[in-house]
């Protein structure tokens, strides 16, 4: 195999859950089916569910790069989504998608400071507001592109995934 799997650090004591993926439908990937890398626990069940769901058409991980400036550094950065999927809506109309699967915590939440301010409070908000501003400017930039190229953007969270029968 080509790549590698990223060496992830879990910040919060949790282990991440990490591999390769084999797909029971490989005709359905788009890329190198055998070559299918997973970096967590989430991004596994996502994957299960494109390979296995009679609505996806298509679908790949990691499929493209998307510039972004980030604005801790206000430079440009690779932005890598995490995944492309064709769906069938209905009998006449499929759909693209761009999918980034991320916690909501890292979105959808602006990080608050609160309570006794410690040093290690202090750091961990630092650490989330960063990752928090981060993603809000991928994700502008990813759904800039998307309507470029006449898909749609969208994030998976873990609510999504929590309703995913598999």
Not at 48 to 60: I, K
């Amino acid at each position: 195999m080509t790549n590698n799997i990223k060496n992830v650090r879990p910040t919060n004591k949790s282990v991440f859950k990490q591999g390769y993926y084999s797909p029971k439908y490989f005709k359905k990937y788009r890329g190198d089916y055998t070559n299918i890398i997973y970096r967590s626990s989430w991004e596994h069940r996502f994957m299960v569910y494109c390979d296995l769901s009679g609505h996806v058409l298509e679908w790949s991980s990691e499929p493209i790069s998307i510039d972004y400036i980030s604005p801790l550094d206000n430079r440009k950065h690779k932005y890598f989504i995490d995944f492309y999927m064709k769906i069938k809506v209905d009998d006449q109309n499929i759909k693209e998608y761009l999918i980034e699967v991320k916690p909501k915590k890292q979105y959808m939440v602006k990080p608050v400071l609160e309570g006794k301010k410690t040093p290690k409070k202090i750091e961990r908000y630092k650490n989330e507001m960063q990752t928090w501003l981060i993603n809000n400017a991928k994700f502008a930039a990813a759904i800039e592109y998307a309507q470029t190229v006449n898909m749609e953007f969208k994030i998976i969270n873990e609510s999504h995934l929590n309703g995913i029968k598999l």
